[in-house]
């Protein structure tokens, strides 16, 4: 669509202005707070958050904004729409979330929700949530907006978590190192 033509030619903008915006993120904090961000900045959203799935096979939100960002949800896969579409690995767009029967209330009253899955390889690894509390509604077009922006979040996402993983791995063989040393 145009408003999708219209964002490449803006990223392509973007990165000869600024270039240092391709920074690579190396804390997963920091990783899914960029996303968001990003996110914000495509899809006129009152809340919003990135949930990723933790070693217990648990939706668990890592970033978030608007009035549930303080809320620490947790979803199973397959529960919630969240855990559904984590589960299938399917966007969806739900423009009246009180007739979905997966939908879990909360604290705020959501009307519209878009959910992307974050995949990497063949694994569903987290989902990015949208939602509005006002009448207005999500298009099509904001899926697919924020469905492209899941795949680059995919990749940063594993980058942050593998660098993680080698940071850890090295401190276990410095300090093992370090111990026998001290023989």
């Known amino acids: 669509s145009q408003r999708i033509r219209a964002l490449n030619s803006n990223l392509s903008e973007l990165k000869k202005d600024k270039p240092d915006m391709l920074t690579v993120y190396f804390n ?10 990003e996110a914000k900045n495509i899809i006129k959203a009152e809340n ?12 668990t939100i890592k970033a978030a904004f608007g009035k549930e960002a303080g809320r620490k949800l947790h979803f199973g896969v397959g529960e919630g729409i969240a855990g559904d579409v984590l ?6 767009l739900v423009n009246n979330v009180t007739m979905d029967s997966r939908f879990k209330t ?19 690894i987290g989902v990015i949530n949208m939602s ?14 924020l469905h492209c922006l899941s795949a680059y979040a995919s990749v940063a996402i594993h980058n942050a978590q593998n660098f993680s993983n080698l940071r850890n791995s090295t401190d276990k063989v410095l300090s093992n190192v370090t ?5």
């Open 48 to 59: 919003g958050s990135v949930m990723l799935i933790d070693e217990q096979g648990i939706l």
């Open 28 to 37: 997963m904090e920091d990783t899914c707070n960029m996303i968001l961000e």
């Open 106 to 124: 909360g604290a705020t009253n959501i009307n519209s929700l878009l959910c992307v899955p974050l995949k990497f390889a063949s694994h569903n």
């Open 87 to 92: 589960r299938k690995g399917q966007a969806e």
């Open 179 to 183: 111990i026998l040393d001290a023989y």
């Open 132 to 145: 509005l509390s006002s009448e207005k509604l999500f298009t099509i077009d904001d899926l697919k907006l």
